[in-house]
């Protein structure tokens, strides 16, 4: 029943959805008593509450998560003892494989490579002459001028100027691998992750000095629910997300899984390899993502196009310009992007109301659009009208020439 002020005139009359605003437009011709004509309500829903079935990739499999760490990583420690006397290198810095990072004082390593040299001249020519004694000893016995024993003595003299020849070379290979170990250099090319040490500090053997990361290559140390581990196997692809990246997808492969599961958490470990060109990722981030154990190309909606409130999950689907309610059957869930199957009851291009619009009443006619392009009061007699739907106005904003609602008794 069409409401009426004093003076007879209709007056706007106002409903109200969950989360819709609903507003009814009627026109009324020239006279105080012309007979007012309702115009049909349409209900402009906002592109945000609405999604479009698609054809797609869906992927299931249990959730993981953990952090990512470097694939390589290796703590250069001093090898002696001795005061820092420069550092090349600071944290971030990149180095080439065998590039100097810092040096430490050697002047005594020095002294003790002079010392070993100078032993092994000494040994080496008292071998060479115990050789010599050998060898004259030996024409002697031939010719009957010396005993089998003076040969003997000759030959024990030569093995004892051999073993200390050899023992000089020993001390001497000793004191150049000192002397090398004052010159602190990178294993390997990578990024300095850490320097701890400064020009004038006193370090003896085992002290770090540089931490030094690979990040080429990171590996993603992550867990799974023990329960699931049936969907996890060596060499199945990963896809995550990392913290600081939101919108960045990346992915591995399972290069090891834990044969043990965490007592406390029921938990158990996977170790992810994961290629890092260019360098985006960095270690210590954390990353959730899924195992994708299987994949199918399905009709796929996002979840908040299903309603699942009663026995049987439906959608709310805009089809020649109404809205109807559709039974569906639901496939696989992709829990990390929130969509799921629908293995019947919609097809690929159909629009589904999602959010607040899925209060429209089945039946109601729906118009695709904004707020913006709802028509203004004064429209002629019989024209459509238009209300929003997830759009930005207030449950009680009115429209530009709209008469305040009154409440119907």
Do not use: W
Not at 112 to 123: G, H, I
Not at 280 to 306: H, Q
């Amino acid at each position: 029943m069409t409401l009426q002020d004093r003076t007879g005139l209709p007056r706007l009359r106002a409903a109200s959805l969950p989360g819709i605003l609903l507003v009814t437009f009627a026109a009324c011709g020239t006279g105080d008593t012309a007979d007012a004509t309702e115009a049909p309500t349409v209900i402009a829903v906002g592109q945000e509450s609405i999604a479009i079935v698609e054809r797609d990739s869906l992927r299931s499999g249990p959730a993981v998560s953990g952090t990512l760490v470097p694939e390589r990583t290796a703590t250069v420690r001093a090898e002696l003892s001795g005061t820092v006397l420069e550092v090349r290198a600071e944290a971030g810095q990149s180095v080439a494989e065998g590039a100097l990072l810092a040096r430490i004082d050697d002047s005594a390593v020095r002294d003790q490579v002079l010392s070993a040299r100078t032993a092994v001249a000494t040994a080496r020519s008292s071998y060479e002459v115990a050789e010599r004694e050998v060898q004259r000893s030996t024409t002697l016995l031939a010719a009957g001028a010396i005993a089998e024993r003076d040969l003997e003595a000759a030959q024990r003299a030569a093995d004892a100027a051999n073993s200390q020849l050899a023992s000089a070379r020993a001390q001497l290979a000793s004191a150049e691998k000192a002397l090398d170990a004052t010159r602190v250099t990178a294993p390997f090319a990578g990024i300095v992750s850490e320097r701890s040490i400064g020009a004038g500090d006193v370090v003896t053997p085992g002290t770090a000095l540089y931490t030094v990361v690979d990040p080429s290559s990171m590996r993603y140390e992550a867990s799974v629910p023990a329960e699931q581990i049936g969907d996890v196997r060596v060499g199945a692809p990963v896809s995550f997300r990392v913290s600081g990246y939101p919108n960045r997808p990346f992915s591995g492969r399972i290069t090891r899984v834990n044969p043990v599961a965490d007592p406390s958490t029921r938990q158990v470990r996977l170790l992810v390899s994961v290629a890092n060109r260019g360098g985006r990722l960095v270690g210590g981030l954390f990353a959730e993502g899924r195992v994708a154990s299987s994949a199918i190309e399905a009709l796929v909606v996002p979840d908040a196009a299903i309603d699942q409130r009663g026995i049987t999950p439906v959608v709310y689907r805009v089809k020649g310009g109404f809205v109807e309610k559709v039974p569906v059957t639901l496939g696989i869930h992709d829990q990390q992007s929130e969509r799921m199957q629908l293995t019947s009851g919609v097809a690929a291009g159909d629009t589904l109301l999602t959010g607040a619009a899925q209060g429209v009443t089945p039946g109601t006619p729906v118009s695709i659009g904004k707020l913006k392009d709802v028509p203004p009061a004064g429209q002629p007699v019989g024209a459509p009208t238009a209300a929003a739907v997830g759009g930005t106005a207030g449950a009680d904003s009115q429209l530009p020439g709209a008469v305040p609602p009154t409440t119907k008794p």
